[in-house]
């Protein structure tokens, strides 16, 4: 697989069991996956631009690091995404929010789009696509379209479980989009939900069915 980054580190690896079970309850699924979001975010910004600076302390002058101004931007893919922003957003607190709203159709399992707000300088900034199940690739791959679409260039994928259907969809459309996740589980069933996966993200999320 190409362009998969699988963030491995145990606490994540912890998390993720926790939210794959069934018997995890609405608040608690929430709160794993804004603290899986927070923890993933920084393997998502590993690459991020640095200038060196110049700091007085209370005891001297020291010359360090700080961010370049390299604009952000994170995009969720509406509904389930929309779990991901909080724990993004504690790290990148002056990013810009963007949604793109799809569904997906459920007799060609294609998405169809509803709803699109970006940023007015989305152009410009680096954009992290959020959705917590790459399934089918179909909606995240859409998504990414749309956005170069507007003209957006620096593009990332970011979701908690993938498979491998999905990976594979994203990199045959966009292999220039680096894909990060949690988990790589192996098969898709009928209806195009990830095995053994953990549900429809978006019910567990918001306590709907």
Not at 155 to 166: E, Q, Y
Not at 181 to 187: L, R
Request: proline share 5%; net charge neutral.
């Amino acid at each position: 697989m190409e362009n998969v980054i699988v963030v491995d580190h145990p606490l994540i690896q912890h998390k993720i069991s926790l939210l794959r079970d069934k018997n995890t309850q609405t608040k608690e699924f929430r709160e794993l996956v804004s603290e899986i979001s927070m923890l993933m975010g920084y393997e998502v910004t590993r690459n991020m631009p640095l200038k060196e600076v110049e700091i007085e302390t209370p005891v001297g002058v020291a010359r360090t690091k700080v961010l370049s101004g390299k604009k952000m931007g994170i995009v969720p893919i509406l509904r389930a995404g929309l779990g991901m922003v909080d724990g993004m957003l504690r790290l990148l607190p002056m990013a810009r929010v963007g949604h793109i709203g799809l569904y997906r159709n459920p007799d060609t399992l294609e998405p169809v789009k509803y709803y699109c707000k970006l940023p007015f300088d989305v152009v410009e900034r680096e954009i992290v696509v959020l959705d917590p199940m790459l399934a089918t690739g179909g909606s995240a791959s859409a998504a990414i379209s749309y956005l170069k679409e507007k003209g957006v260039t620096n593009i990332k994928l970011m979701c908690l479980i993938a498979s491998k259907d999905g990976i594979n969809r994203v990199n045959k459309d966009h292999p220039d989009v680096s894909i990060f996740c949690a988990a790589v589980d192996e098969v898709l069933d009928s209806h195009g939900y990830i095995l053994p996966g953990l549900g429809d993200a978006g019910d567990r999320l918001f306590g709907t069915k």
